[in-house]
Nanobody
Framework: QVQLAESGGGLVQAGGSLRLSCAVS????????MGWFRQAPGKERELVAA???????NYRDSVKGRFTISRDNVKNTVYLQMSSLKPEDTAVYYC????????????????WGQGTQVTVSS
């Protein structure tokens, strides 16, 4: 059974940093793409960043230069380093997995975590 568990969320002031972690069990991470999504109250879920099994990354324009997605295949964990946080980054952040990045971008991930809340105060 594949399980994803996010951690690292919290309350931070604007301009601050957080690092989210997504621990994956039941799947060998090195063979799969991973993505981070977020959903703010009253808004649709959106893709924040994705990383292929080969380490190629994609970011939504609003987080480019501020967020970095990375993976540790030994620890079977994916990270999202968030810097220069803005109030508009406030959301529940979810990690997800699928075989290929294009499937994650298309919203076809087959496993999701439970989410971790990130709140950025102004």
């Amino acid at each position: 059974q594949v399980q994803l568990a996010e951690s690292g969320g919290g309350l931070v002031q604007a301009g601050g940093s957080l690092r989210l972690s997504c621990a994956v069990s039941g799947r060998t991470l090195s063979s799969y793409a991973m993505g981070w999504f977020r959903q703010a109250p009253g808004k649709e879920r959106e893709l924040v960043a994705a990383i292929s099994s080969g380490g190629i990354t994609n970011y939504r324009d609003s987080v480019k230069g501020r967020f970095t997605i990375s993976r540790d295949n030994v620890k079977n964990t994916v990270y999202l380093q968030m810097s220069s946080l803005k109030p508009e980054d406030t959301a529940v952040y979810y990690c997800a997995t699928k075989s290929y990045t294009y499937e994650i971008v298309a919203g076809r991930s087959d496993y999701w975590g439970q989410g971790t809340q990130v709140t950025v105060s102004s």
